[in-house]
């Protein structure tokens, strides 16, 4: 697959920025635009419409899972380890995409919503076969759903709400025990 135009990432990149910084509703043409350095003209050459970034950025969602569930797949430490260790959030691109993703959620994009569901089911699905049942599924995926989120309230926090480096080892470690 030929990469995107250059033009058409930065644009992409300035719209998940306002969507990340500043919500759904900040995230018009006019603020995507300047915020990429473009012409409106420029960005409507790229997306049409609010629609069609929401479309690009949904696309992007879709590239960097499939991406990330073949790390995950080919990962010497497994398939579970891999994913409770990566939801430590890291500012990377996956990372991005799915809070700029969330945020159109939460704006009532429909699209947005059935990616993020997708999203999850395609990484359950990936763990399913590693797991013992059901229940062991559903705590490594609540397991991940918590550091995660507290990791988002951890931001120069006076409390330190996500295990790091040792403590992390020790709960994948747990996870394994409980699901295997």
């Not at 969507?19 to 915020?35: F, N, P, Q």
């Not at 797949?73 to 799915?98: C, H, I, K, N, Q």
């Amino acid at each position: 697959m030929p990469r995107p135009p250059l033009a058409r990432e930065k644009v992409l990149d300035a719209f998940e920025a306002i969507l990340i910084e500043d919500g759904e509703r900040a995230a018009t043409l006019d603020a995507t635009a300047k915020a990429a350095g473009v012409s409106k003209g420029g960005l409507l050459y790229h997306f049409g419409s609010k629609e069609e970034l929401e479309i690009g950025l949904v696309e992007r969602l879709d590239r960097l899972t499939t991406a990330d569930l073949e790390r995950m797949t080919a990962a010497e430490e497994g398939p579970v380890a891999y994913y409770v260790r990566t939801s430590v959030m890291e500012d990377d691109a996956l990372d991005r995409v799915l809070i700029a993703t969330t945020r159109l959620a939460q704006g009532g994009s429909v699209a947005a919503a059935d990616m993020l569901r997708e999203t999850r089911r395609r990484w359950a699905e990936t763990i399913r076969p590693h797991v013992r049942d059901n229940a062991s599924l559903d705590l490594v995926m609540l397991v991940s759903d918590g550091l995660y989120f507290n990791n988002s309230l951890d931001v120069h926090g006076p409390e330190r709400l996500v295990p790091r480096s040792d403590e992390l080892k020790d709960l994948i470690a747990l996870v394994l025990r409980a699901t295997a």
